[in-house]
Nanobody, 128 residues
Framework: QVQLVESGGGLVHIGGSLRISCVVS????????IGWFRQAPGKEREGGSA?????????YYADSVKGRFALSRDSAKNMVHLQMNNLEPEDTAVYYC????????????????????WGQGTQIVVSS
């Protein structure tokens, strides 16, 4: 059973940076499309913010985070990281790590319906 555990959330000022991480247990991170979804207060969980496909495939970003967020995969540590720069109040949310064993052709990368494994989330608050 694959388990995902997020870490690294917290409070950050507008324009600041933060890195959150997700460690995978039960299988190798290379075997999954994996990345981050977020849920803002009082809203439904959004489509993916940043997803990297399995076996070193393409990485996709939502328009709202392009140029500011960068996802990386650390195979040696079985982790993925999300480096978030120039944070905005609209980035305030609980960030969930999610993984799918499906190949790129089988899912819409940023659509949460394709993801079978979810972490518990880590909260990020961006404020002045």
């Amino acid at each position: 059973q694959v388990q995902l555990v997020e870490s690294g959330g917290g409070l950050v000022h507008i324009g600041g940076s933060l890195r959150i991480s997700c460690v995978v247990s039960g299988d190798t991170v290379e075997s999954y499309a994996i990345g981050w979804f977020r849920q803002a207060p009082g809203k439904e969980r959004e489509g993916g913010s940043a997803i990297t496909m399995r076996q070193a495939g393409k990485t996709y970003y939502a328009d709202s985070v392009k140029g500011r967020f960068a996802l990386s995969r650390d195979s040696a540590k079985n982790m993925v990281h999300l480096q978030m720069n120039n944070l905005e109040p609209e980035d305030t949310a609980v960030y969930y790590c999610a993984a799918s064993a499906r190949f790129e052709a089988e899912i819409l990368p940023l659509d949460r319906e394709g993801y079978d494994y979810w972490g518990q989330g880590t909260q990020i608050v961006v404020s002045s």
